[in-house]
């Protein structure tokens, strides 16, 4: 194999590698989503509703608007019981790098709904 050949293909395989990587942790450090389930997974009505164990999705929907260490979060992660699944509704601030909630909501399929944080 060449040498110009084995650059394209380390810069094709390794790049976006690192960029997901580096980008990967900033960009989930935008977002409460890991702080949300932690808070979620656990609670007893919630895994009464889904059945243990309660996980959630890595990915999820939602929007964030950043400035600085501030930030307003609102997001969907799908969550998965034995059960049922259900939606996690979360709404958040951060301020000083701390994230707080004002919902934690989940829904489960049968359209019962299980309030965590904010009775709404």
Not at 13 to 40: I, K, N, T
Not at 77 to 103: C, E
Request: a positive charge; one cysteine or more; glycine letters at 12%.
């Amino acid at each position: 194999m060449s040498p110009t050949l084995k650059w394209v293909l380390g810069a094709l395989v390794g790049l976006p590698l690192m960029c997901c990587g580096c980008g990967g942790l900033w960009f989930r450090s935008q977002f409460p989503r890991d702080e949300a389930l932690a808070r979620v997974v656990n609670h007893h009505q919630v895994v009464q509703t889904l059945g243990a164990p309660v996980t959630g999705s890595f990915f999820f929907t939602g929007k964030t608007n950043v400035q600085g260490d501030d930030a307003i979060a609102e997001m969907e992660i799908s969550l998965s019981g034995s059960k049922q699944d259900g939606v996690l509704h979360v709404k958040a601030v951060r301020t000083s790098q701390v994230w707080g909630f004002s919902r934690l909501r989940v829904v489960a399929q049968n359209g019962q709904t299980v309030n965590v944080v904010g009775g709404y």
